[in-house]
């Protein structure tokens, strides 16, 4: 690709700054989002290695400034934003990325199973890297093929544990530390929502199927430090009271809306002054509503977290621009970053109503 093309695709992004200011922190509190820092870099190296392998080695190994900086984007060869089609070599994307052998199929793997049913569970596991031994196939767990970035993510995790002054907010990372070593969150997950209006809290695990387009299952490593902004997150908690009535409203049979009242919906306004894995590269989330495990949502319900600095972001150099372009010049001088945010509350509210499970007549 000629410096031309990756300059035209480089036009479409825009860079922006994300200033972190560390004022409001003391000595202690900085050393632990350090830590935090460190452990989500550890993450990103499992990620570039279950996105795309052969662009993490490109990274690596190229001098072209332009190139590594489209790499560092897409966390991949392939452009988000254009079918994801090379943009660099000529291989397409393989749908499995780095989680499945390059060309199996999930006719393949549905074959496979029928023929070995007892395989289901490994291969159809949300944290399990399939491989082929011959004619064989395996799922391998994560903590095995990762082990080597796991192990120093964890240090790394239980450093930071100890240098907090929220027990809670310690004890959680310290499970979260064991849960990345088995392969297991529903403790931690449990911990995760229990947290009482933290001033520091961190999405880290292998939440989110986006890089799957095999199975749809496997999830990859995603991680942001998070620094709560207070003033925000007391506006929202208004809304918290509503969402049992919100899920009561819905048209559906009683057993279709399961009820919320009694469950924790914390909604967290917070600045994230890093991002690892799939929160950091592609496409820029503004908010997200986790865990994903229905367990979780029957038992406890969701957290709802809002990235107030990229929620700016997007306001100041999408939303605002856009609605100049398009709307009428006083239609437009309503559009502001208030009324954004609660479109975006009201999405990831939603993202937790309704049934958890399709019922089969």
């Known amino acids: 690709m000629t410096g031309h093309d990756l300059d035209r695709r480089l036009a479409k992004w825009q860079p922006v700054k994300m200033p972190f200011d560390a004022s409001g922190l003391n000595p202690r509190e900085l050393r632990m989002v350090e830590k935090l820092v460190e452990a989500s870099q550890w993450l ?7 996105s795309d392998p052969e662009a993490l080695a490109l990274f690596k190994s190229s001098t072209d400034t332009k190139l590594r900086r489209l790499l560092m984007i897409h966390g991949s060869r392939f452009d988000l934003i254009d079918e994801h089609r090379p943009f660099t070599g000529t291989e397409p994307m393989p749908p499995g990325r780095g989680l499945y052998p390059k060309g199996l199929t999930r006719e393949q793997i549905e ?4 023929q070995h049913p ?17 004619d064989e196939l395996a799922g391998r767990p994560y903590h095995e093929v990762y082990k080597a970035f796991l192990e120093p993510m964890t240090k790394a995790l239980c450093e930071a544990a100890a240098l907090s002054d929220d027990e809670a907010f310690a004890e959680f990372l310290r499970k979260r530390a064991d849960a990345l070593l088995v392969d297991d969150y529903y403790q931690s997950d ?4 229990d947290l009482k209006a933290p001033k520091f809290d961190v999405v880290f695990a292998p939440y989110e199927t986006y890089l799957d387009d095999v199975l749809g299952v496997k999830a990859s490593y995603g991680a942001a430090v998070l620094i709560r902004n207070d003033a925000e997150s007391k506006r929202l908690a208004e809304y918290q009271q509503y969402v049992p009535d919100i899920q009561d409203a819905l048209p559906l049979p009683a057993e279709d809306r399961p009820s919320k009242r009694g469950h924790v919906t914390p909604m967290e306004v917070m600045d994230a002054p890093f991002r690892a894995g799939d929160l950091r590269h592609g ?32 306001v100041e150099y999408v ?43």
């Open 44 to 50: 990103d190296c499992i990620f570039w290695r279950q």
């Open 111 to 114: 074959e496979y199973v029928k």
């Open 118 to 134: 007892g395989k289901k569970e490994e291969l159809y596991s949300t944290h399990t890297v399939i491989e082929r031994h011959g």
């Open 190 to 193: 449990l911990l995760w929502i």
């Open 283 to 314: 496409y820029q989330a503004v908010a997200c509503n986790l865990p994903n495990d229905p367990r979780i949502h029957q038992e406890k319900g969701s957290k709802k977290i809002f990235f107030k600095n990229f929620m700016d972001a997007r």
């Open 319 to 361: 939303v605002l621009p856009i609605a100049k372009k398009l709307m009428r010049e006083d239609q437009a001088a309503k559009a502001s970053g208030e009324g954004y945010l609660a479109d975006v509350l009201l999405h990831e509210i939603s993202h937790g109503l309704g049934p958890a499970f399709a019922r089969r007549g």
